[in-house]
């Protein structure tokens, strides 16, 4: 079992910054494939960013690419994302996912934890 804890979103101006961090409680962290979600009102939730168990493979929407970072920290238990130059459409409630099979894919489905999310609102 896993429990995913995100933190660190908030309000920024567009051209900003935020680092979202997602705590994990449980053994498999280490072993599981980690990523970060979006979603939008009204709209679906879609892959943002992953990382694979080892953090030797990563892995981006093509929307946010040059733009955020997804790093993790296997001793810490702890994902990360580092959003930079943020826009306005990048606001949306960001969820951290985890899958135990260790591998990334953009599909929500092969995820079987999810966190709570946290609100990211970019103003223009």
Known sequence: QVQLVESGGGLVQAGGSLRLS??????????????????????????????????????????????FTISRDNAKNTVYLQMNSLR???????YCAANPRGWVLTSAAVYDYWGQGTQVTVSS
């Open 22 to 67: 997602c705590a994990a409680s449980g053994r498999i962290f280490s072993s599981s494939g980690m990523a970060w979600f979006r979603q939008a009102p009204g709209k679906e939730r879609n892959f943002v960013a992953g990382i694979t168990w080892s953090g030797s493979g990563t892995y981006y929407a093509d929307s946010v690419k040059g733009r």
């Open 88 to 94: 306005p459409e990048d606001t949306a409630v960001y």
